[in-house]
C-alpha cells in the first residue's frame, strides 16, 4: 500500500521558476520527508520535517505539513537545469512499526 | 569512506533460478530496507529490518527472502516463486527507524 500519493506527476518548467509539488498521505505520521532520484540511480535524502513542525528550510528548498489535511508541499525556488529529477515524499506511520513508505513521485523538468 | 553498496550493478537472471542482491553499510545503522522499483513508478517495500537477527515484511515480500545475521548486511534473495522480477532494486539504511534514510546505487534486474 503506498501511503504517500504525489501530485502531479510529472512538472514541466523553465530555469528560474518555481516548482511546488504536493504530497498526501493516509495515516498519522511520525515524520515526513522528501528524497530526489536522478535517472538509475539510488535516492538522495533532502529534508526531513516532524510531525510537529509545520515548516522548514533548506537553502532553496522549503517544505510545509499540514497534519489536519494529511499533505505536505515542497517548493524549488529559482529552479535550475540540474533540478531535473524525480521527487519522491516518504512517511513513516505511527502504526506501521518502522516502515518507510514512499509515494509514486513527481518527475521534474526543468528547461534551460 | 562510509556508505552504502549494492552490487552487483546489472545482474541478469533466468527464469527459475534464485539470485541474491548485496547490500553492505558501513555507517553502523541499525535499520535497513530493500524497495523495489519498476520504471516510471514509486519504491515499493520488500522487507525491512530494525536489528540484526530480525526483520518484517514490507508490502510485496512474496517470492523474496532477506536475512540480517550482521549489521551490515542485508542480502536479498529473488526466489523462482517471483514471477515478475525483471526490477531496479533498491537498498538503504538508517541510524534507526524514522530518520534519513541512505541509498545505495542500486542493482537492475533483468530475467533472461
Known amino acids: 500500500s503506498q501511503q504517500g500519493e504525489e501530485d502531479p506527476q510529472a512538472l514541466s518548467i523553465q530555469e528560474g521558476e518555481n516548482a511546488t509539488m504536493n504530497c498526501s498521505y493516509k495515516?498519522?505520521?511520525?515524520?515526513l520527508q522528501w528524497y530526489r532520484q536522478n535517472s538509475g540511480r539510488g535516492l538522495v535524502h533532502l529534508i526531513l520535517?516532524?510531525?510537529?513542525?509545520r515548516e522548514k528550510h533548506s537553502g532553496r528548498l522549503r517544505v510545509t505539513l499540514d497534519t489536519s489535511k494529511k499533505s505536505s508541499s515542497l517548493l524549488i525556488t529559482a529552479s535550475r537545469a540540474a533540478d531535473t529529477a524525480s521527487y519522491f515524499c516518504?512517511?513513516?506511520?505511527?502504526?506501521?512499526?518502522?516502515?518507510?513508505?514512499f509515494g509514486q513521485g513527481t518527475e521534474l523538468s526543468v528547461k534551460p | 569512506d562510509g556508505g552504502i553498496t549494492q552490487s552487483p550493478k546489472y545482474l541478469f537472471r533466468k527464469e527459475g533460478q534464485n539470485v541474491t542482491l548485496s547490500c553492505e553499510q558501513n555507517?553502523?545503522?541499525?535499520?535497513m530496507y530493500w524497495y523495489r522499483q519498476d520504471p516510471g513508478q514509486g519504491l515499493r517495500l520488500i522487507y525491512y529490518?530494525?536489528?540484526?537477527?530480525?526483520?518484517q515484511k514490507g508490502d510485496i515480500a512474496e517470492g523474496y527472502s532477506v536475512s540480517r545475521e550482521k549489521k551490515e548486511s542485508f542480502p536479498l534473495t529473488v526466489t523462482s516463486a517471483q514471477k515478475n522480477p525483471t526490477a531496479f532494486y533498491l537498498c538503504?539504511?538508517?541510524?534507526?527507524?524514522?530518520?534519513?534514510?541512505?541509498f545505495g546505487q542500486g542493482t537492475r534486474l533483468t530475467v533472461v
Open positions: 516518504a512517511t513513516d506511520a505511527d502504526n506501521q512499526g518502522g516502515k518507510l513508505i
Open positions: 538503504a539504511s538508517s541510524i534507526w527507524v524514522n530518520t534519513e534514510a541512505f
Open positions: 529490518s530494525q536489528i540484526v537477527n530480525d526483520f
Open positions: 495515516t498519522s505520521i511520525n515524520n
Open positions: 520535517i516532524r510531525s510537529n513542525e
Open positions: 555507517l553502523n545503522h541499525d535499520a
